[in-house]
């Protein structure tokens, strides 16, 4: 057995694309702040439509012309993007689903 620090273990998963940014945590009232929950649901939705497509992160970024940082930054969770980057990033999964259905 392997016992890894939670930041190394984070790092490592980040590295294998098996890490998904958490939730925000929540206030007193158990509700989340919008604009973090927001984020953290728009990068789980990127990451596994770009997962299950089978894309790496330099793929997706290059489809939806957008620089790879960008995406990075939205799969973090630590960015706002503005719709027409979202937009971008929606047709370019949209366009990578049509073109696996042909195959």
């Known amino acids: 057995m392997v016992v ?3 930041a190394e ?3 490592l998963a980040q590295q294998a694309d098996v890490w998904e940014p958490a939730m925000p945590a929540p206030d007193a009232d158990g509700g989340y702040p919008a604009l973090e929950a927001m984020a953290v649901s728009l990068a789980r ?3 596994r439509s770009r997962r299950r497509l089978g ?3 330099d793929q997706l ?3 939806a012309c957008v ?3 960008t995406l990075e ?3 973090r969770a630590t960015s706002s993007p503005n719709t027409k980057v979202i937009e971008r990033i929606e047709n370019a999964l949209k366009q990578a ?3 696996a259905k042909l195959k």
């Open 4 to 6: 890894l620090d939670e």
């Open 55 to 57: 894309l790496s992160q």
């Open 61 to 63: 970024a290059r489809l």
């Open 97 to 99: 689903q049509a073109e």
């Open 67 to 69: 620089p790879p940082r």
């Open 9 to 11: 273990y984070d790092c």
């Open 73 to 75: 930054r939205i799969e």
């Open 45 to 47: 939705d990127v990451i």
